[in-house]
């Protein structure tokens, strides 16, 4: 295989099944660009050497991927290939391949719009745009929602909340709308943008139009030898005018896609938020009638489990035998659970039906069948009620929004909201860019938009007035940022105070270059190797932690900055970690480079770097304040990738315990994608000591959305959730939280607490079973239901005793008789299991974090409380 320098300028674009209805107008507009191009059939692409001498690949509308194709396409991006892709891209393929897709794209299609919206061109560094006047207009496209921290939109719809139309990453560039397809966009529309995503991997149009007799575009042949004629140029009368947008549009999804007015936020769903699925031209594939069937039956039973856990909670606990409550009175619920019962019911209903209408060809009821059961549920969802569960409910306090506030009264009404939202833990963000809130001794200059009081103490008081943690969210290896840069009036270059006075701290890629080729606003690094770097941090946050009456500390940009190996684009190259390192092997690390013996070398020489330094920061300030509660913002990218592009080892820092909890950037606009992006956290490698929480974000999330994210978060074998951020909690937000998360109501923490929250979250478990034996609903038999309730009651009462007198003898005994029944509960919960799957795995998941949260006790109450006493 050539490699990326000798790719040739040639342009492939796919033709599939899928699109071979529009060919017609795609051919015609592809041969309007002047641009040429050689026709790759899908069927014949199943290996990279299909793609040889391709410079960049143009799929219009594929939805049908295969395994072999994407393993083809992943082999040729890694060679220096590039990639176009436009509408439901990859939609129909298998799950597996989706999400390899999602990371080689760093992009994918999330729903289409449901009205006819206007894209809007955004500035960036990413992508030249060519002729900008044709790059706008107003038709039915799609969100495209990025996955990969470096893709940012080209171009947004001017919708509520602005969610990106075009995505551009190093790799490839996704359009937001079926290109090519006359009544969706105009000609000129079409051939300016794709003439513009071109441009950026150096492939420009002709100057000159040549009349030809053909107008076939020529087929790829990866083995020609000889050279190729010229590629044939449309001629003039060939050539789209532009057209005035159609009067009446593409027909859009209906209304019902839409939660109704009285849905209990004032935040409304765009269109179908939730799903991943693009409306078909013309009926439904068995793919989509799968993919809606499945997407529909996981809201239903996260539905129901929220009911039921409402409905625990909206009734007393009754302390009688199991055989007596199973026959005592049902009790009365109120009538918003009610009616949300029926709903349920009526969405089962749905989802049956949905598949009959499928069979019988009945397509366009069967859709407006499906978006009215999914639509109902997000209406009714359970959400007023309160969810009684001990559990990290963490939310990051942002700069921006601290320097909005100007006084202590200021900073109290943000305190106030996120206390009545139900927030126990809060990160509030200390030091960015260099940059710390307050009034420091040992960084040379405090953030000059709160200059003149000091937010981290006002905030340390405000939050222990009402009962919540606070925990110092500091930047650690980045050390200035264009963003902020901009905000304060600085030269995009600026070094940030700490790297401007010491340039030899910082880090640099080959070129000498510091700041990383980031997203939007790039970040330049203090170098972890350099041991003066480690000592500036190291007073830092020993600074916060000794003057100021934090919580807990937690480590961001705890890294290297992202890298792309693969094109030499790497970063550690400062003064200290080549000497250091030349020193090591005789070998200067600017002189290597994947492929050379030493590179993998050099890679764990940087991982080391950050471990060492972990290592040493928690050593100091446990010794310093041992209640201190260390945590970590982390990436949970596969860890072999991560290691390599971003040196981040955090399984290391859990299993050493040098940190005590792990916070996951899981950010997703949908509930789909975050299940897959929370998978890092159930590793079967990682220490059952481990606790792992998932980050959500709330940017352009729907409260019915997020809502429906932290159900899913709550039936995972997980002890809590951090939100980012207190800039994006809406009054409507607020409220629902309120309702589910009662502040009033104190309940120990999971990382302070282990074994109380242990003990509390079985109650809650408890309440369930009680409650669903009392409706007659829990499917044990009845030879066993006198063993489970014997069983239950002790394991209740080794928890009990465990929370009020921790031991080793009280732990050992809750660990023995906690392990029986979680061995025995398949058997209990046979029957149950059939009618209920999903339920009865939910129970399995929170008896394992009850597992979990009892490790975690023995290294953080146990172990750690023996080290004290001794050293007393």
Known sequence: MAPAQALLGRVGVVKSPENSQQWPSIRNRLLATGIQFCLIESQNWEKSQDLKDIKVLFLPNVEQITGLQVAALEDWMKQGGRVVVSGPTGNLAESEVKTQLRSLLGAYWGYINSSPSTLKLQETAQLSFLNPANL???????????????????????????????????????????????????????????????????????????????????????????????????????????????????????????????????????????????????????????????????????????????????????????????????????????????????????????????????????RQLWLKARRSLWDSYPAEHQFMQPEVRAMWLDRGTIVKTRSEADLAVIFDRMAEAGINTVFIETVNASYPIYPSRVAPEQNPLTKGWDPLRVAIKLAHERNIEIHAWVWLFAAANQGHNQVLGQPADYLGPVLSQNPDWGITDQDGNYFDKGPQFKKAFLDPANPKVQQYLLALVEEIATNYDVDGIQFDYIRYPFQQPQVNQTFGYSKSSRYLFKDMTGVDPIEISPGHPLWNQWTGFRIRQIDSFVSTVSRRLKEKKPDLILSASVFPIERNDRLFRLQQNWEEWMSQGWIDMIVLMTYALDTGNLEERTQAAFDDSLPKSSLIIPGLRLLKVPDPVTIDQLQLVRNMPIGGFSLFATENLTPSLQTLLSRSQPPQTPQPLPYRQPFQAAYGRYQALQKEWGFLLSQQQLMIPKANLNDWSQQERQLSQALGQLASQPSPQNLATARRILSQFQRQFPNWMNQQKRLQPYQVQVWENRLETLEKLLAYGERKVIQEGRGRISQK
């Open 136 to 366: 706008s207009a107003t038709f039915i496209g799609g969100v495209i929602i990025p996955s990969d921290i470096n893709a940012q939109p080209a171009a947004v719809w001017l919708t509520e909340g602005k969610p990106p139309g075009v995505v551009v990453n190093d790799n490839s560039i996704f359009l937001g709308w079926r290109w090519g397809v006359d009544g969706v966009t105009s000609a000129a529309f079409d051939t300016t943008w794709l003439k513009t995503a071109l441009n950026r991997y150096g492939i420009n149009a002709n100057n000159q139009l040549v009349v030809v007799n053909s107008v076939d575009i020529p087929a790829c042949d990866a083995n020609a030898t000889t050279p190729r004629e010229p590629f044939p140029i449309l001629p003039p009368e060939y050539i789209p005018k532009p057209e005035t947008p159609p009067q009446t549009p593409v027909t859009p999804l209906p209304d019902s896609s839409l939660p109704s007015p009285n849905l209990r936020s004032d935040r409304t769903l765009q269109s179908s938020d939730y799903p991943v699925l693009s409306p078909p031209i013309s009926g439904i594939s068995s793919q989509q009638a799968q993919a809606m069937s499945q997407e529909l039956q996981n809201l239903i039973a996260r539905f129901e489990s929220t009911l039921l856990t409402a409905q625990a909670n909206s009734v007393p606990m009754v302390a009688l035998p199991s055989e007596q409550l199973k026959n005592a009175a049902q009790p009365h619920l109120n009538a918003s659970l009610h009616e949300s019962q029926q709903v349920l019911n009526e969405a089962k209903q749905s989802l049956k039906a949905f598949q009959q209408l499928v069979n019988q060809q009945q397509y366009d009821q069967a």
